[in-house]
């Protein structure tokens, strides 16, 4: 296979994971020691499926997981090798009885659920440890570190939670929360399953989900009410992605990995949940869980602004309320939510013109994707295909998830799990006239956020043409305020 060389981007991707993985022999020093990187990469890279012809279904990584890439079902079927031949023949759906052949049942599931393009881009080796897609020296040190914990006799030690102390009192919150964070850390605080543990004779099953025992990582992390709000934006996606087994080794992955405003953030959301969960019991007043996240980043610029830690420019927000496009462009807001209970997404787009009258508007089901960034990008291109079936020609399209519409804006092919559907959205928006991807806060995408929940009490897809539904006209009339 030889390294491609369409931008610079690629040589960098491409160059070392293609060749590391062919060996070569009589290199120089230089290459020996790059090549002693391939186990490293051979651990952590994953191939994206385009037209499937690359992609051994049994000896490579190809299921989109960071944990579990490979597939385990046993090798039934011998005749069936590469991943093209899972497909109806000529298309690139997945072959439901093929599936069923090859795999057990929930892994033929989770095969069925891998998005990809109808337009068949080659199969693309990524590396998915970093959010653009890039080979880093330090994800790899911090994958083969996670792989030596993961041997290791006893994963926690002392000297890990000494630094963890000592980062908690360096966050950038208000006292009150880091002393929450402590306590959280230590496990003391009296969540259910603590008081129990106390004597204090309690029902330990947690009040928010009524499924689950309500630990501290269940109640701040796991617990559908926190998970909400955690997956609301993509800025903790990669603690999600992690799965930790206690609220400390969360923080000590948030302390090695986030930047000092997402640990504030964090921190302050928990903080939050738990006055939530508790003004809750007290059959208090208190925010609604959607609410929470603008609460804590209020409360966290407001904390930075008041100590003038400079920093606080980080945190400069894209425009706050939605605005009409300039006369003769349609601007399209578009948006998903995750309905990780009912394994499905829905997409939202509503497109606009310079007076904020309807155009048209969607609201769309469609199977699981297994991250709101990948989910984004096909509410993204969803808008692209929607302004080509209305014949609209020079539009604006706004989405709230800012990684999706920098790789929309970026030069050159992405290289991510979901970099597939952003580039496939590039190319369908390069036929129309005049097609630019732009950032809006949440507050200014309320209404395509709105259409997205909406779909799972709707039919498979709703189209509106110059109307909408009409729960959703205070949305519409707040926006035009
Ligand atoms: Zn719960």
Not at 34 to 48: E, F, P, S, T, Y
Not at 143 to 159: G, H, I, K, N, W
Not at 174 to 202: E, G, M, Q
Request: charged share 25%; proline share 4%; aromatic share 10%.
């Amino acid at each position: 296979m030889q390294p491609k060389k369409k931008n610079p981007k690629c040589v960098r991707m491409y160059f070392p994971i293609n060749i590391l993985l062919n060996n070569l022999w009589g290199c120089s020093y230089a290459w020996r020691s790059i090549l002693q990187a391939r186990d490293v990469i051979n651990k952590g890279a994953i191939w994206r499926v385009g037209n499937g012809e690359l992609i051994d279904i049994w000896r490579h990584r190809w299921l989109p997981d960071l944990h579990y890439s490979k597939i385990i079902s046993p090798r039934a079927n011998t005749s069936v090798i590469r991943v093209c031949e899972l497909f109806v023949p000529h298309t690139k759906i997945w072959d439901p009885g093929k599936l069923a052949l090859c795999f057990l049942p929930w892994e033929a599931e989770k095969v069925s659920q891998i998005q990809v393009c109808s337009d068949g881009e080659e199969d693309v080796l990524i590396w998915p440890l970093t959010a653009d897609g890039e080979y880093s020296v330090r994800s790899a040190y911090h994958l083969l570190v996670a792989a030596e914990e993961c041997l290791a006799p006893s994963s926690s030690s002392l000297a890990h939670n000494h630094t963890v102390w000592k980062q908690i009192w360096k966050m950038k919150v208000p006292n009150k929360i880091r002393h929450f964070i402590w306590r959280a850390a230590k496990d003391s605080l009296p969540t259910k399953v603590n008081l129990k543990a106390r004597n204090v004779s309690v029902d330990v099953v947690c009040e928010g989900c009524g499924d689950y025992s309500e630990s501290t990582l269940h109640s701040l992390w796991l617990c559908d009410q926190a998970r909400e709000v955690w997956m609301s934006g993509s800025e903790f996606q990669f603690l999600i992605r992690r799965g930790c087994r206690s609220f400390v080794e969360l923080l000590e992955y948030l302390f090695r990995e986030g930047s000092g405003l997402q640990v504030a953030v964090f921190a302050t959301i928990c903080w939050c949940l738990w006055q939530r969960r508790n003004r809750v019991r007290m059959h208090q007043p208190s925010w609604q869980v959607h609410e929470i996240e603008g609460q804590a980043k209020r409360m966290v610029r407001e904390f930075w602004d008041a100590n003038n830690q400079g920093q606080h420019r980080s945190m400069r927000r894209p425009p706050v309320r939605w605005s009409p496009p300039p006369a003769g462009t349609y601007k399209a807001n578009f948006d998903a939510a995750i309905f990780e209970e009912l394994q499905c997404v829905g997409l939202g787009v509503v497109f606009r013109d310079h007076s904020g009258q309807v155009i048209a508007a969607l609201s769309q089901r469609i199977g699981l994707s297994r991250t709101v960034e990948l989910a984004e990008a096909l509410a993204a291109r969803r808008a692209v295909e929607f302004a080509r079936e209305l014949s609209l020609f020079d539009v604006i399209l706004e989405g709230d998830c800012l990684r999706v519409v920098q790789a929309l804006n970026a030069s050159g092919g992405c290289n991510t799990l979901y970099g597939h559907v952003v580039n496939e959205t590039k190319r369908l928006g390069a036929d129309l006239r005049h097609c630019s991807y732009q950032h809006v806060c949440r507050e200014g995408n309320k209404l395509a956020h709105c259409l997205a929940r909406r779909a799972v009490s709707s039919a498979d897809i709703d189209v509106w043409v110059e109307d909408l539904p009409e729960d959703l006209d205070v949305v519409l009339q707040s926006d035009l305020s």
